[in-house]
């Protein structure tokens, strides 16, 4: 039940002295946090939070350092995030944080098609995917590379197999994916990890807010499309995939594959999330999903995985136009592409092109 709401109303004003609070609601849908909502005498909207268990007491900690290095790394963002007012503590000593609560609401992306809320959204991640990344490491918050990243997924994948209740069809797609090397050549960005309909908001399909950063890392920008990989409709990601690449150009071209891996393997996730909880109704609506999932894949409706060339699709576009008219185009190896990148200053014939030796590339040598 937790504390009353005029108990976390008298902490909010300790909080924050001077501030006329007018109303408040009590939030319940975290089990580990309690949650008052504000307003004061202004209009402007606050919200109180309060550890209700350990699990609680990690997650409050975590907010208010991420958001205190997002603040302090002054980043310049087209978009709101929450700023904490002010703390106090009850009698027993436990911590209450005062946050600003930003405006806007959830967006439905079943209702959303390509225009301005994929436009936005998509400029709203390359802002952030382009900002420093070393206030952020500086701060302690985790930091992964391409491989530590393919590594975790490989590790989640074994789990998932060992249930025995991934349809093998699904299992054969995603370890063809995670063994191809080439789909995991990114450069690290500082990423949210944790993008959903609760942490965007939006007005008039503008995103006009972010919230929910206790995920917040340095790691693959791709994990920040996979909400609309799982739950848009295929132009609505198309199109914030293009604008996204128009805002960071520096962005790989792999990033939709990976996006569309990670919301697929996300099922395998709330399979094992629900096996863990022992729940036999969401253990069924987890494997309904994967079923209706392998279904989609069997009947070709379900994307390729395979990675685009490494090079980059500007490179690559103005080296193919030089291969002999009788060679294959299939037959330039990523390897090829690159030496014919590193020679192209001393006018090497095109011939020059098939006769590159193919060589194995490691993460750690590409970075």
């Known amino acids: ?45 606050y919200e109180l939070k309060m550890p209700a268990s350990a699990a609680g007491i990690t997650e409050l900690a975590t907010e208010i350092t991420v958001l205190q290095a997002l603040n302090q790394a002054k980043l310049s963002l087209p978009f709101a995030i929450p700023n904490q007012v002010g703390q106090t503590q009850d009698f027993d000593g436990q911590r209450a944080v005062l946050f600003t609560l930003l405006g806007g609401s959830s967006p439905d992306l079943s209702r959303l098609g390509p225009g301005a809320f994929s436009k936005s959204f998509a400029e709203a991640m390359a802002s952030l995917h382009n900002c420093e990344t070393q206030p952020i490491i500086e701060a302690g918050l985790p930091s992964y590379d391409a491989t530590t990243v393919l590594h975790h997924k490989v590790q989640e994948l074994d789990r998932m197999a060992a249930t025995g ?25 500082l990423t949210h990890s944790a993008i959903n309909s609760e942490a965007v908001l939006v007005e008039n399909q503008q995103v006009v807010g972010i919230t929910g950063f206790n995920a917040l890392c340095v790691g693959d920008p791709a994990e920040d499309f996979r909400w609309l990989a799982s739950g848009a409709v295929a132009s609505t990601l198309d199109d914030a995939l293009l604008h996204y690449r128009a805002a960071r150009p520096q962005a790989d071209e792999n990033l939709a594959q990976r996006a569309i891996l990670y919301s697929e393997l996300e099922l395998g996730s709330w399979l094992l999330h629900c096996l863990s909880i022992g729940d036999a109704e969401q253990i069924k609506q987890a494997e309904d999903l994967l079923n209706d999932l392998k279904e989609n894949l069997e009947a070709g409706n379900l994307k390729e995985l395979t990675a685009t060339s490494f090079v980059g699709l500007a490179v690559a576009s103005s080296i193919i136009p030089q291969a002999m008219p009788t060679q294959p185009i299939e037959t330039l190896s990523p390897s090829a592409l690159q030496e014919e990148v590193e020679e192209q200053d001393q006018d090497a014939p095109a011939d020059d092109l098939t006769q590159a030796e193919p060589t194995e590339t490691t993460l750690d040598e590409l970075f």
Do not use: C
């Not at 001077?18 to 946090?33: E, Q, S």
């Not at 370890?175 to 789909?183: C, N, Q, S």
């Open 1 to 45: 039940m937790g504390r009353p709401a005029l108990i976390l109303a008298a902490l909010a004003a300790d909080a924050a002295p001077g501030k006329n609070f007018r109303h408040y609601l009590k939030i319940t849908d975290n089990p580990d946090i309690e949650v008052l909502r504000l307003w004061d005498a202004e209009g402007q909207s």
């Open 165 to 189: 209740r991934i349809p093998a069809a699904l299992l054969s797609r995603w370890e063809t994916a995670l063994e191809d090397i080439g789909l995991f050549r990114f450069h690290p960005t």
